[in-house]
């Protein structure tokens, strides 16, 4: 018989940034987000994926309900983002990343995919479509994991 399986949720929320202007520093502040993110996730089961596109950023954050609202309250009380609003919360049947914590920042080498999403205009106009950042969190995973020949899982 198969064991009984926690209530999974996923949490799909999108904030404005407050980093430093300064380059340098704006990535230590990404650097130590990520170094805190991935421990305390691990500890908690949480799987996650942060994109940060400009002054915007938006994460999936999925796991046990409790674990996630605890996290979830954590990050919302963060003062290097700011109007964190939740596009969706829902119980979900299955998780869908794969990493407790990963960061995707526009660049070169996955422009192509944040410039499909186009969700800049949405977050410009604070009305982000919860389905279209998931959307391209997955297209990132997906393209992450297919460099490392990886293509044959969830499909
Ligand atoms: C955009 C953003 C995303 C974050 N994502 C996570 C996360 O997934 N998990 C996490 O534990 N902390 C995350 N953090 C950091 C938390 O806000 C918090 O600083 C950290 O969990 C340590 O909390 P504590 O000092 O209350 O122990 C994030 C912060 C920001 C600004």
Known sequence: MRPKRVSLVHIIYFSRLAL????????????????????KNEFSVITS???????????????????????????????????????????????????????????????????????LPMFQRGTPKSSAIHSLAMAIQADAMSRQGIDHLFV
Do not use: P, Y
Not at 22 to 36: F, H, L, P, Y
């Open 49 to 119: 994926l942060l994109l940060i596109e400009g002054a915007f950023a938006a994460q999936v954050i999925e796991g046990e309900r409790s674990s996630v609202h605890e996290t979830f309250d954590r990050i919302s009380a963060d003062q290097r983002h700011r109007d964190v609003q939740i596009c969706e919360w829902r119980e979900i049947a299955k998780r869908e990343f794969v990493n407790s914590f990963k960061c995707a920042q526009r660049g070169s080498g996955n422009e192509n995919l944040f410039a499909k999403a186009n969700l």
């Open 20 to 39: 430093s202007s300064d380059q340098a520093k704006r990535s230590a502040q990404i650097d130590d987000i990520t170094r805190v993110a991935q421990k």
